[in-house]
């Protein structure tokens, strides 16, 4: 099964960003002294480094969580779970961090259970300063269960943590797992597509890219809502426009139903040289299996462009050529693909 992207700590130190604070609350108090000029690298480590002991021995509350963080930024992930260990019975961010760590073995071996107790102990807390974070271990709570990851699978109990880390659509909470709530809904066995129109229009209202590709889906076929062309067009583009691969793909699709073959054909080159699909998904935030799918897409209709020449010269090989990669990506949606052409659909 596909991994889903962990939710991030808000809030929580993007790379170097811990570190750059650091750096100017040391620099600021030692600028008098000239004792920061022309230090290298190792010099500044151990000048933060002290900074952080010597709040730590003052009594500040915040200096024990970032002298962990300032350890992970660094890449000692030793010094940075050992840190993280000592606090997290009462540092709500050091328990967070900690349970992603174990989840994903950073620092350490994989340690599923551990690290669903560590975020189910946030999810769980009533404590004012695990706040803002309680929405993003809920999410990962219920991803937990989705995935089987240290707890039994269970999607019932998944719907139930995506519903509590969504909010009713805040903003502030979860837009993971809203996206997340809207694609629960359009499987088999939890199918409302009513419900999943909602979740993605809410999450796609606080910023995601993935639900506004399945929103513009979702309005070009009819899905839970009476189907749009003109809102369905406009959603697949400003989504391909951000960078949503199954956007492309199907704004693709959509130029080449409308015989708009130039537009299909040129959009669908530019798709079809992608190549590091997981990264791409990092990049974008989307599930590779769906940047899989828009490539797939791209894929067939350029070779049903080459294959009767709409839009370019005809070129049977090298129609064939991406037809058998759009089966390499997704035999299933291939083998649809091969279907409407046999019965004439396309």
């Known amino acids: 099964m596909e991994k889903l992207q962990l939710d991030a700590q808000p809030g929580a130190a993007t790379a170097g960003s811990v ?42 509350q915040t200096a024990p969580f970032l002298l962990g963080q ?20 009462w540092d709500y961010q050091a328990a967070y961090q900690l349970g992603t760590m174990y989840y994903d073995g950073i620092g350490m071996d994989i340690d599923e259970k551990k690290g ?56 502030n909470a979860s837009v993971l797992a809203q996206t997340m709530l809207g694609m629960l809904y359009s499987r088999p066995d939890f199918l409302n597509l009513k419900q999943a129109f909602f ?60 015989k708009l073959y130039t537009k299909a054909s040129d959009l669908a080159r530019r798709v079809v040289a992608y190549s590091d699909i997981d990264e791409l998904a990092r990049e974008t935030g989307c599930l590779a299996t769906y940047v899989r799918k828009g490539i797939a897409y791209a894929c067939f209709y350029l070779s049903r462009c080459l294959a009767v020449g709409n839009g370019m010269r005809q070129d049977s090989e090298e129609a064939d050529k991406y037809f058998k990669k759009a089966c390499d990506l997704d035999p299933v949606l291939a083998h649809d693909f091969h279907m409407d052409v046999a019965y004439g659909i396309l």
């Open 19 to 60: 570190i750059s604070t650091l750096q100017d609350e040391v620099v600021e108090e030692n600028t008098k002294t000239g004792s920061v000029s022309g230090v290298t690298d190792d010099q500044l480590f151990d000048k933060i480094e002290t900074h952080l002991l010597e709040k730590i021995e003052a009594g500040d």
């Open 70 to 89: 300032f350890y992970y930024e660094e890449g000692l992930l030793d010094k940075a779970v050992i840190q993280f260990e000592r606090i997290k019975d």
């Open 116 to 171: 669903f107790e560590l975020m189910q102990k946030v999810a769980e807390s009533k404590s004012v300063h695990a706040i803002h974070l309680k929405h993003h271990a809920q999410f990962n709570i219920g991803r937990a269960y989705f995935e089987g990851y240290g707890v039994q699978q269970n999607n019932k109990e998944a719907e139930r943590w995506w519903i509590k880390a969504a909010d009713d659509g805040s903003p």
């Open 199 to 258: 979740w993605h229009s809410e999450a796609c209202g606080n910023g995601s890219l993935e639900s506004q590709g399945i929103l513009g889906v979702m309005y070009l076929q009819g899905d839970g809502i009476k189907a749009n062309e003109e809102s369905a067009s406009e959603c697949l583009k400003e989504a391909a426009e951000r960078g949503n691969v199954y956007a492309q793909g199907r704004l693709v699709e959509l130029y080449y139903k409308k």
